[in-house]
């Protein structure tokens, strides 16, 4: 094993007043597989932070700790990075990166296969992927960690900025908030398996419900049924699922009210959103002469922005309500399906004779 090419005194507090650096403390492989996994890889861009850094501070001035950790968020760029990142690590040893000449690509390979599962999800819209990504991309870090250790367990204490092989203060609090990002990322794997359970639907296919008063066409493949109280409340009567989780409709059947009072109802949900524009037209029903309204509006949320198309008849006694929504319009076309509401004259007189 060769002499560390580094110097932890370079910078001394005395006689020159300058201020000592010092290293961050190192961690077990099994505390950075926790950390990560914990806050979905997210802390993964500060231990690339620090790791940069103090090769930096010790041995190599030119190394830029932020083009690193930024690195990881740019994709291919991550790839080559980390390989860049583990020459850096061995280098601090001498004769390290003849021994271990193979462990850039290896490092590099394992951040590309975490990255395509990470693609995968993304284009399949099978949030399960993304927690085989989840757990793939620590395993590359651990094996810089692996050698980053060695160079580090021949350091006195003192030069560590805190204690080494401990979790901080910080660290605990960091999994923690992780615990939010994780119960997000469950429950939309829960919707998902639930969406897929339902009944596929087919491309124009018609659907009745309410017993007969109303039907809505099916404007486009990998749409589900699924049953009431998946995506809404157990009042509803017809529940949906697009081609993914964020794409769905819900239709309520709502008994002794008007469409006038639904329509405020609906008027002051959207308006909890913040500034939103809201739209409402009106008009008959061509084949039921059925007062309908057809409502649309946009909202923001802390994920981003939302389409919501609101289509409701007003039956004998009752109002039928289709609601739409979407963060991605052109995705099934959710549009269409809320356009499609149709209710029957003859059959609505029949229900309340």
């Given at each position: 094993?060769?002499?560390?090419v ?19 403390p190192?961690?077990k492989q099994?505390?950075?597989y ?6 979905c ?9 620090r790791?940069a ?14 083009a690193?950790?930024?690195s990881?968020?740019?994709g291919?760029?991550?790839?080559f990075?980390s390989?860049?990142?583990?020459w ?16 850039p690509?290896l490092v ?5 296969l975490?990255?395509?599962?990470a ?5 399949a819209?099978?949030p ?6 989840v757990?793939?991309?620590p ?15 021949s350091?006195?204490a ?7 092989y401990r ?6 609090v960091t ?7 994780w119960?997000g990322?469950?429950?939309?794997l829960?919707?998902?398996?639930e ?5 596929l639907?087919a ?6 419900g309410g017993g ?8 486009s493949?990998?749409w589900y049924q ?6 809404g ?5 017809l ?39 809201y739209?409402?037209?009106r ?5 039921s002469a059925v007062?309908?309204?057809y ?8 994920l ?6 609101v ?13 739409v929504s ?5 995705e ?7 356009k499609?509401?149709a209710?029957f004259?003859a059959?609505?007189?029949?229900l309340?004779?």
């Amino acid at each position: 094993m060769g002499e560390a090419v580094f110097n932890t005194q370079q910078e001394s507090i005395a006689p020159s007043g300058r201020k000592h650096k010092l290293w961050y403390p190192p961690l077990k492989q099994w505390q950075l597989y926790l950390l990560m996994v914990a806050t979905c890889n997210i802390y993964a861009l500060l231990w690339v932070w620090r790791m940069a850094r103090d090769i930096r501070d010790h041995a190599d001035t030119r190394v830029k700790p932020i083009a690193y950790s930024i690195s990881l968020l740019l994709g291919i760029f991550a790839v080559f990075s980390s390989a860049r990142l583990t020459w850096r690590v061995l280098s601090l040893r001498g004769g390290e990166r003849r021994k271990h000449q193979n462990l850039p690509a290896l490092v590099s390979l394992l951040v590309f296969l975490a990255y395509c599962f990470a693609i995968a999800a993304a284009l399949a819209k099978v949030p399960w992927l993304y927690i085989v990504s989840v757990l793939i991309f620590p395993l590359p870090w651990m094996l810089i960690q692996s050698r980053m250790n060695e160079v580090t367990d021949s350091i006195p204490a003192a030069d560590f900025r805190a204690s080494a092989y401990r979790f901080s203060g910080r660290q605990i609090v960091t999994m923690c908030l992780g615990l939010v990002i994780w119960t997000g990322l469950l429950f939309a794997l829960q919707m998902d398996f639930e969406r897929r359970g339902g009944a596929l639907l087919a491309s124009s296919q018609i659907v009745e419900g309410g017993g007969g008063r109303y039907t809505i066409r099916i404007p486009s493949d990998n749409w589900y049924q699924v049953a009431p109280g998946t995506v809404g409340s157990t009042s509803s009567d017809l529940e949906l699922f697009g081609p993914s989780i964020d794409t769905w409709a819900i239709v309520y059947l709502h008994e002794g009210v008007t469409l006038e009072e639904i329509s405020a109802f609906r008027s002051e949900q959207s308006r909890k959103y913040g500034d939103v524009e809201y739209r409402e037209e009106r008009k008959l029903h061509p084949e039921s002469a059925v007062e309908m309204s057809y409502v649309t509006y946009a909202a923001e949320d802390p994920l981003g922005r939302i389409w919501n198309w609101v289509t409701t008849a007003e039956l004998q006694n009752s109002v039928v309500e289709l609601i739409v929504s979407t963060r991605n319009p052109g995705e099934g076309n959710p549009r269409a399906l809320a356009k499609s509401l149709a209710v029957f004259r003859a059959r609505v007189s029949d229900l309340h004779e």
